[in-house]
């Protein structure tokens, strides 16, 4: 019996524990309730109360045309905008690490904000008042920023940024000067401090009207840039080409005698336009291939002739025989190898090629004709194969057989020569210049002597016709024709 008392009062006692531990945390809930209950009406108090102020005032961190105005009123912010006009500064920042400030009371900078301020007030939601705190509003309103030009003028002048002493222009990616072997390097581009006026007036404007601290000119786009950098496709298409032109090499062969043409030359010819372009200048290229055909030509040019009898005489400039470059179709064939960059070694174009490029041009099958002495020389290979006598042009009726070095330019049967005053079948007929040439002439049973003084022919050389028949056998077109 003992027994089950002291267990029943120990059981009743733990019951009783429980039960208090059970209120004990029924009381700890229900203050929580209370102070959570408490604690949301005193944020509901707070967020209306936000929201009452926020009618009447910006939202918190809310900047308009970059005047902080966040919780102020229409007229807190109007006297901020006014203050900020009254100490408001701009800093230039400019190239070589300069700056320059303009001051709004040298330029008598106002504000007039009108009812703009209102207006936008009216617009925003007081109630997101909460959101605002950590974020920032940028607003822009209407004003009217107002400042004086003509002092605007005037602080500029003063100015380093505007002094064109010290301005200097940019300058595009070039390229250096030519080093034999080498080649072109680019320089690089100059940034310079050139005002681009138009541009920089109006970023000017901008900036005081919306009341910034700084303008950065450069990154602005203020500043006349260099249009082509060194990373730019045209400077390194420029690059390759100049240096395509100068590292090609031309070897032109005139016999034995070689011209080479290399960087050394076409350097000189580098023309760079303003958009990269290279280009060669035509006019220095057609004087160095002029000079070549100056050099090399023997076109119209008197020579020397060592005659049957083993005189010299000279054979007098003028005649149509020797060596002529064609000058445009070499410039051509020149500007096609440097624009492929492809070296080559070889001849000029020519219109008219000689025997040979050694001297004397006209070689050892040629033609040697004395009016003098009223005869000819037909030589093959350095022997004289036919000669015979002629009548030549009848110089007292103004009509000579024209000196000089000629070639002969065909041959044909059977012709009838016609000019003023006569009309003369041949049948073997060999012109070397303007209507005149060798010819039979059946009309005639002497040649020689001085038969042409008074009874020449009109400037042709009249042979006997055999003989006319043996030199048209014989003789090429091309032949030298050498009249002394």
Wanted: glycine share 8%; charged share 25%.
């Amino acid at each position: 019996m003992a027994s089950e008392t002291q267990t029943e009062k120990r059981d009743g006692a733990q019951t009783q524990m429980r039960s208090r531990r059970q209120q004990h945390k029924r009381q700890k809930r229900q203050q929580k309730l209370v102070i959570a209950a408490v604690v949301l009406v005193l944020l509901g108090i707070i967020y209306l109360a936000g929201a009452l102020y926020f009618r009447n005032h910006f939202l918190p961190h809310t900047v308009i045309n970059g005047v902080a105005c966040g919780g102020r009123s229409v007229e807190q912010s109007t006297a901020q905008f006014e203050k900020t006009a009254a100490d408001y500064t701009l800093a230039l920042k400019e190239r070589d690490d300069k700056e320059e400030v303009i001051s709004g009371s040298d330029i008598d900078l106002e504000v007039h904000l009108g009812d703009s301020l209102e207006q936008l007030l009216d617009s925003q939601n007081g109630f997101t008042w909460i959101a605002h705190i950590f974020g920032r509003a940028e607003d822009t309103v209407e004003t009217a920023v107002t400042y004086d030009s003509s002092k605007l003028q005037q602080v500029l002048a003063e100015m380093d940024c505007m002094d064109s002493e010290q301005i200097y222009d940019s300058q595009n990616a070039s390229l250096s000067e030519y080093q034999e072997g080498a080649g072109y390097e680019l320089t690089d581009e100059v940034y310079g401090t050139r005002i681009n006026e138009e541009v920089f007036y109006d970023r000017l404007d901008q900036a005081i009207t919306e009341f910034a601290s700084e303008l950065d000119l450069s990154e602005s786009g203020c500043y006349v840039d260099p249009v082509y950098t060194a990373d730019s496709e045209e400077a390194q298409n420029m690059l390759e080409t100049a240096n395509r032109y100068v590292n090609t090499t031309i070897t032109w062969q005139f016999g034995e005698n070689e011209e080479v043409l290399d960087g050394s030359v076409i350097s000189q010819w580098i023309q760079v336009g303003d958009d990269c372009s290279v280009t060669l200048d035509s006019e220095k290229e057609a004087e160095y291939i002029s000079d070549l055909a100056s050099k090399y030509d023997t076109k119209w040019k008197s020579r020397t002739l060592v005659t049957h009898s083993g005189e010299t005489v000279t054979v007098p400039a003028g005649g149509n025989y020797g060596w002529r470059m064609n000058q445009d179709e070499t410039i051509a064939a020149l500007n096609g190898y440097l624009e492929n960059g492809e070296n080559y070694t070889g001849e000029v174009v020519y219109y008219q090629r000689a025997a040979q490029y050694d001297d004397p041009d006209y070689g050892d099958t040629y033609v040697e004709v004395s009016i003098s002495d009223q005869h000819f020389w037909y030589y093959q290979n350095g022997t004289v194969v036919l000669e015979s006598d002629f009548v030549s042009g009848d110089p007292t009726k103004g009509h000579d057989t024209p000196k000089g070095a000629y070639q002969l330019a065909y041959k044909a049967r059977d012709q009838v020569l016609e000019g003023e005053g006569y009309s003369s079948p041949v049948d073997y007929w060999m012109p070397f210049v303007d209507g005149v040439g060798f010819h039979d002439a059946s009309w005639r049973d002497r040649f020689g002597g001085n038969i042409y003084q008074g009874d020449g022919s009109h400037g042709c050389l009249n042979l006997p016709s055999s003989v006319a028949k043996q030199l048209y056998d014989m003789i090429e077109a091309g032949t030298a024709i050498l009249v002394y």
